[in-house]
């Protein structure tokens, strides 16, 4: 009788859990049916539905395929695209993903307490449901008992058998009440002592993770302190290294700093070498430069030189002409040995320029000597040689050899480009602080071009000599050199035709110097 009371307490016990747990999951579920919400609809194991409202645990194992199938019931008044937010945690871990599926399906989890969690929203933010979850669990060893035991249920002895034994031994109280209550109660309690024993089992395999969990932290424990122990070693290691990557590094870098300094020096030198190639390359140049300033002036005298033996040698001359004539000749020789002796002090320089001998002159004198070197040119070809010389004209500075010769190019010039029966005209005066000299002629004239690269070297003019003089290009580029020389300007006024007009400015004073010897830039 004590065991059929406590067979009978067993099973109303089980049926009052089981009805509670399925009373609550229908509230539950019928509660959240009343709005726009989530609801599960189904979960699938290895493709195998299971009972979502189970009053049991869900347990998995690590190898088993989780399928959650779930819906969202929404209003009509809230018919607009919406997407499902769903997140897998557990204690020490969370994903976190928003889908448009009503499935969501995970394999191979680790063994570990998960709870899965989703609910909607729509894609304006203006609504979203409450989130609906479900636990469970993947342990492999609870998941082999719970197998276990529903492996003892289906094998379990059949209900007759029960009966059978029951009225054997107890014949007198066995009616058919009692018959009925006796399988009923059978059932029940094996139904209860399965539940309970899945629910022991449960509650001792939570203390056995416990255990687990301490002897792990404990040997976590154990191998930090021996991990401790092997990082502080592994850490002189590593400092041992970098200082004598240090080393390495100080010593690659006084390299560094000493190949600068080596590759400094050598840019230096370099600089230094391409600067001397380049002073001698401009020394070359104002050599060669020099050298046909001097030529071109040694040609002049020479040509007079020449034109005067030829008057000696007409026998038409007084002897009062004779000795003017061999006076010029004197005259004009020695400046041809002025010259040669330049020639000999240009080739003793070393840095290839040219002095002037800067001192207080008077511009009037210079220009009458060149007129009477001149003279005789214009006679023959019976050019009419004029001179325009104010009475008083102040001195200047300037180096009276090198402004002769500036004069003398510009009045060789015009006689050469002056047709016979012209005129030749030089005219001195002073403007404001300058000295200007004109040497005009009514010759042939310069056309717009000529006029713009008469001073360039080595230029040939359209215009050609009247005579068949030679004209080497270089005259009047020498006279812009000498006139900047003595910090003066030249310029040109001609048309075709026309005849022309070279002059040049030089100042009265030269800020002030004193005469002295300075250098003439011929570049």
Known sequence: MFLYNKIRIANVVALFVASSILFGINYSYGQNNQQTKVVFDNIEVNGISTDINSPGDLVFADTDSITFYYHCNVGNSEKKPFLFRIMLKTESDSSIRSVGSPVAMYRNLREDDYQFT??????????????????????????????????????????????????????????????????????????????????????????MKKILKDIKDKTMKDNSNTDADRIIVENGKLKAELSALRGQIDAMNARGVDLATKNSELEDSVAKLSKSKKELEELQDQKDDLFAIVIHDIKNPANLIKSLVELLRSYDLTASEQQEVIDDIVETTSQIVILSQEVSRILALEGGSMKLFIEKN??????????????????????????????????????????????????????????????????????EDSIVIEVSDNGLGLSEDDVKQAFRRGSKLSARPTAGESSTGLGLWIVKKLVEAHDGKVWVRSAVGMGSTFAFSIPIKRNGHSPKLVDMNVE
């Open 362 to 431: 008077n511009l009037n004198e210079i220009v009458k000597d060149v007129f009477q070197r001149n003279k005789i040119a214009a006679e023959n070809k019976k050019i009419s040689f004029l001179l325009d010389l104010p009475d008083e004209l102040p001195s200047a500075q300037f180096d009276a050899q090198k402004i002769g010769e500036v004069i003398d190019n510009l009045v060789s010039n015009a006689i050469k480009f002056t047709p016979k029966n012209g005129a030749v005209r030089i005219k001195s005066s002073q403007v």
């Open 118 to 207: 989703v609910y909607a929203f729509d894609l304006e933010r203006k609504w979203k449901t409450n989130p609906i979850s479900i636990r469970f669990s993947v342990d492999n060893r609870e998941t082999e008992l719970g197998k276990k035991i529903e492996l003892l249920s289906k094998n379990q002895i059949s209900k007759d058998s029960l009966i059978n034994f029951y009225r054997q031994e107890h014949p007198a109280t066995f009616g058919p009440f009692d018959l009925y209550t006796f399988g009923l109660a059978v059932g029940s309690g094996l139904a209860f002592s399965l539940v309970f024993a899945f629910a022991f089992s449960r509650s001792k395999h939570k203390k």
